[in-house]
């Protein structure tokens, strides 16, 4: 069974930095993209930031150079790195692995479903 072990969140000032990470555990045996979302109180849940089979990647407009999405070698962990948070930053941030591609529409939001999710890390930013 595959189970996704989200940590690092936690509460910062605005403009601190944040580094979440997600273990990947199980026998998981391809995946087409690895993917952070969030959910922020009284908003439906957003994707963040994607990485896709050939490390391509894509972020939410407006996390766009502040926030890095990497993964080891062995795709076993995944990473956000997280700067200059905002408080509209706020919420549960979760990792999310999709192993089935379902669409072609060019958006990695859309093409794949994300079957397996880990339970959230949250993350609080203050003014």
């Known amino acids: 069974q595959v189970q996704l072990v989200e940590s690092g969140g936690g509460s910062v000032q605005a403009g601190g930095s944040l580094r979440l990470s997600c273990a990947i555990r199980?026998?998981?045996?391809?995946?087409?993209?690895m993917a952070w979302f969030r959910q922020s109180p009284g908003k439906e849940r957003e994707g963040v930031a994607v990485?896709?089979?050939?490390?391509?990647?894509t972020y939410l407009d407006s996390v766009k150079g502040r926030f890095t999405i990497s993964r080891d070698r062995g795709h076993n962990n995944l990473y956000l790195e997280m700067a200059t948070l905002q408080p509209e930053d706020t919420g549960m941030y979760y990792c999310?692995?999709?192993?089935?591609?379902?669409?072609?529409?060019?958006?990695?939001?859309?093409?794949?479903?994300?079957?397996?999710w880990g339970q959230g890390t949250q993350v609080t930013v203050s003014s």
């Open positions: 999310a692995v999709a192993s089935r591609w379902i669409a072609s529409t060019g958006s990695p939001w859309v093409d794949y479903e994300y079957n397996y």
């Open positions: 199980g026998p998981l045996q391809s995946s087409y993209a």
């Open positions: 990485i896709e089979s050939e490390d391509g990647t």
